[in-house]
Nanobody
């Protein structure tokens, strides 16, 4: 089970830090990632991190603003979001992946339930 937290309402230019807790030690050996889905749009790749935390990958729209990290001892991954824009408004989903790198929804093994992020202008 994957459970996200940390979403909320923030003004443009602000920051939020999302967290995803995984229940079960098996998650520590899986690549993990974040996706997001805005109303009326397809679910979009945000970023991923390999199981050691040594490699990260990002979607073009968040590159340079968002940072993914993980703490396997706590079974958590994090998404630090800086310089937020109104177009970042979406439900953010944590995912356990079947492969690393820049991935699609077809590469997701498990999904979290999502957490809402709203950026006001």
């Amino acid at each position: 089970q994957l459970v996200e937290s940390g979403g909320g309402l923030v003004q443009a230019g602000g920051s939020l830090n999302l967290s995803c807790l995984a229940s079960g030690r098996a998650y520590s050996i899986l690549d993990r990632g974040w996706f997001r889905q805005a109303p009326g749009k397809e679910r979009e790749f945000v970023g991923s991190i390999n199981w050691t935390g040594s490699n990260t990958y990002y979607g073009d729209s968040v590159q340079g603003r968002f940072t993914i990290s993980r703490d396997n001892a706590k079974n958590r991954i994090y998404l630090q979001m800086n310089s937020l824009k109104p177009e970042d408004t979406a439900v953010y989903y944590c995912a356990a992946l079947t492969k690393g790198g820049v991935v699609t929804t077809a590469d997701v093994r498990y999904w979290g339930q999502g957490t809402q992020v709203t950026v006001s202008s």
